[in-house]
């Protein structure tokens, strides 16, 4: 749409800067912003931030709108940030749960914070980087998968309500990384080649346990290993460091053993076989359904971790809850992460993994 004012989140990387890129040469009205959410105050526990919200990355933000002659702003949303993201994500661990913090940022901070900014401006919608698409149906706009499935991005979109998408752009999502590069170094622009940051941006070592030690110390407290039938096999130096499925670092004679479950209310760690690690159901809180969604029964493939496997499922909805039974045992689900829906290419929704079932009394 010609003359369509869009703002694009820019974190200095290749992918919003080919965004901005292919929006402007359509004609629309760009506005840049780069997001003050934590990593430019400096030093978390003492280790310098590198990450994508770090001072360099704002200023490569920068250099490329000023190649490509666009406005270019600096937004602080650290108090935001804080509150919605970090704090969550310690509360998280503290609780036995395994969060994705991707998926508060952007429920809260890209989605919220940023797209209400935009809106203010008068702007006409929100651009970003994610590899996803938008389908406009009968029943409204819905979040489709990105066109390069190695690169795919909509499970941490679930949430994004048919409005929101309606006045979102994905300029990426038909394409695949290498063609993103290519287009970046044809344009000349300086962040062509720049690496993906594989990391949590507030976490530029990718430690984690030091920040819940800092917030939550309880969490680390050192407390049992056990069987489902209580034998207890060792000590774990804390729940927070372990999530369900996993199998390396257990240090347990025998075996080989997984993590089951972790007990909170007991600081102790359960572990078992592989099997045991499998789930038939699952309970599924805070849910989002997209208009595509069909009815309180529906089947569909189910995705439990970023780019993990998908696995055929019925749900059953019961509120702003759902009970997910597997058509096969799923391998680990891990509470605090992101059960999402697919239906072939559409996101019918999802929510956060809240135990195994059944939770919910559905006939």
């Known amino acids: 749409m010609p003359n369509e004012h869009v703002v694009v989140a820019m974190s200095g990387g290749v992918d919003s800067s080919v965004a901005a890129l292919l929006l402007a040469r359509e004609g629309r009205r760009v506005t840049g912003v780069t997001m003050d959410i934590w ?3 400096g030093e978390l526990g003492g280790v310098r931030a590198q990450g994508c919200c770090g001072a360099e990355s704002a200023q490569d933000a920068a250099d490329v709108c000023e190649r490509l002659g666009l406005e ?10 804080e509150a919605d993201v970090i704090a969550p994500f310690v509360e998280a661990y503290a609780a036995g749960r395994t969060p994705n913090p991707c998926l508060d940022c952007n429920r ?31 029943r409204g706009t819905v979040l489709a998968r990105g066109a390069d499935p190695s690169k795919d991005q909509s499970y941490a979109l679930y949430m994004l309500s048919p409005a929101q998408l309606a006045r979102t752009r994905f300029p990426l999502g038909e ?3 290498a063609q993103t590069r290519r287009v970046a170094a044809e344009a ?4 062509a080649e720049r ?38 096999l060792g000590e774990h130096p804390g729940l927070a460091g372990y999530t369900v499925g996993q199998r390396k670092g257990l240090g347990l004679a025998g075996g080989p053993w997984y993590v089951v479950r972790l007990d909170p209310a007991r600081n102790a760690l359960i572990v078992g076989s592989e099997e045991d ?3 038939s159901e699952i309970t599924v809180a805070q849910l989002h359904l997209s208009a595509a969604a069909a009815g ?16 055929p499922a019925e749900i059953t909805v019961q509120g702003d809850a759902a009970r997910v039974r597997f058509l096969t045992p799923h391998r680990a689900p891990a509470p605090g992460q992101a059960a999402v829906f697919y239906q072939g290419e559409v996101v019918l929704g999802g929510g956060i993994i809240a135990g195994p079932g059944p939770p919910l009394h559905c006939s």
């Open 108 to 138: 809260a901070i890209k989605w919220g914070a940023l797209l209400q900014w935009a809106q203010a401006l008068g702007a006409d919608a929100l651009a970003t980087g994610h590899y996803a698409r938008t389908l406009d149906t009968a």
């Open 277 to 279: 690690a499998h789930s």
């Open 188 to 191: 000349g622009l300086p962040v």
């Open 39 to 41: 990593c430019p105050t």
């Open 195 to 232: 690496k993906e940051s594989q990391e949590i941006c507030f976490l530029p070592d990718d430690d984690y346990r030091r920040l819940v030690r800092e917030r939550a110390p309880e969490a680390l407290r050192p407390g049992p290993v056990l069987t489902a039938a209580g034998e207890q």
């Open 72 to 81: 270019h702003h600096v937004l602080n949303f650290r108090r935001a940030f």
């Open 296 to 311: 309180d029964r529906f089947g569909a493939t189910v995705m439990t971790r970023y780019r993990g496997p998908e696995r």
């Open 175 to 177: 394409l695949t990384k």
